[in-house]
């Protein structure tokens, strides 16, 4: 009689199932005040001026013209770098805008939104222990690409109560050390604007230093009463350092197509690229061919100042009968308010109170920094059709 034995390896049971335990590379992230705000103003139907994107649709020529590339079978991947079209029509734009002449073909690479495009920048540039200055109040994104880096983030706060540079206290900040420099125009959360000065300042204060520059400008087609976007790409030797970074979601009402580009020189583009073709590879096909066509159209991100002073200047008019002190808004699709004359609270715990008591949701200004600092500022987005604004408005008119 054969024997049996019990020398099988154990059942793989529900109860030998084992999740390795991870160290988190981002101990420091958690769910951000965006999606917590997001999810509390949805659960309360109130209206959504939080998080920053369009409530309305984009020109339905987009949507044809991504239609018609899908038709036309331009479903497959692209090249790496981007559409050549789409790198061309960029180029086109970074000369008519801002006379910046770029290559193309070794300047110019399309990407999957502005975020991929920075920590792809920050993976491609820093190293391990090279530190990087961010200006506070700052977009989410920044600092933990800089931690995923090995790099170190250096904040400096931009000046409290105007948002301007100080530039003393960048200038302090500089190091042996310093590999990076991350600037925003218009600026995310305060819209404020860089002035023709400032970028001045900038160049001479950067150049003993071999200091990249990675300038977001995804709200580069928002300034408003007449001012002028001051891209990096309008100084020369800025351009020389810079990594410059746009999207498209933002400038066609498309934020949730992400794709957006980088124009930065040969040298820092060819390091780039090694690491976008190993985060991201390529970029959606037909909507690059959409882009590309429609670009050919200046008009649309020409008339972009003019839509968004509209709704900025409605808006404002209607905050103006509340008790809220309004901060200026130069650029972005972003208002911010001094809610002080209304409530002691803590920032976070105003925005609250305002998504489920007044049913408007807004993002206190305390998330945008390292460490908490209470301003009692809150941020809206205007970005949202007249109605939209029209009822927030008579729901704020209460305070
Ligand atoms: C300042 C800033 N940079 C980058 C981004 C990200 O842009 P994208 O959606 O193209 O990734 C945003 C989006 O809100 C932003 O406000």
Known sequence: MAQTTETSAPSATHANWRTPSVTSRLPRVGTTIFTTMSALAAEHHAVNLGQGFPDFDCDPRLVDLVSDAMRRGLNQYPPMIGVPALREAVAQKLQRLYTHEVNPQTEITITAGATQAIITAILALVDAGDEVIVLDPCYDCYDPSIVLAGGTAVHVPLKPGTFRPDFARIAAALSPRTRALIIN???????????????????????????????????????????????????????????????????????????????????????????????????????????????????????????????????????????????????????????????????????????????????????????????????????????????????????
Not at 221 to 236: I, K, L, N, T, W
Not at 280 to 306: C, E, G, I, K, R
Not at 364 to 392: G, N
């Open 185 to 399: 125009s218009p600026h995310n959360p305060s819209a404020t604007t860089w002035s023709a000065q400032d970028m001045q300042s900038l160049t001479e204060l950067l150049r003993p230093t071999d200091v990249v520059m990675i300038s977001d400008e995804v709200y580069e087609h928002m300034v408003f009463d007449g001012q002028r976007h001051e891209s990096a790409a309008r100084y020369p030797e800025l351009a020389a350092r810079s990594v410059i970074v746009s999207s498209f979601g933002k400038t066609y009402h498309v934020t949730g197509w992400k794709v957006g580009f980088v124009a930065a020189p040969a040298a820092l583009t060819t390091e780039f690229r090694k690491v976008h073709q190993f985060n991201v590879f390529t970029v959606n096909t037909p909507v690059q061919h959409a882009l590309a066509v429609y670009m050919q159209d200046a008009q649309p991100y020409l008339d972009l100042p003019s839509f968004y002073q509209r709704k900025r200047d409605l808006f404002r008019a209607g905050l103006a009968q509340t008790r809220f002190r309004l901060l200026p808004s130069e650029g972005s699709y972003f208002q911010c308010v001094d809610y002080s004359a209304i409530s002691d609270a803590t920032e976070a715990d105003f925005c609250r109170w305002l998504t489920t008591d007044i049913v408007v949701a807004a993002i206190p200004l305390s998330a945008f920094y390292e460490r908490p600092f209470e301003q009692k500022l809150a941020r809206f987005c205007f970005a949202k059709k007249d109605e939209t604004l029209e009822l927030a408005l008579l729901r704020l008119a209460a305070l």
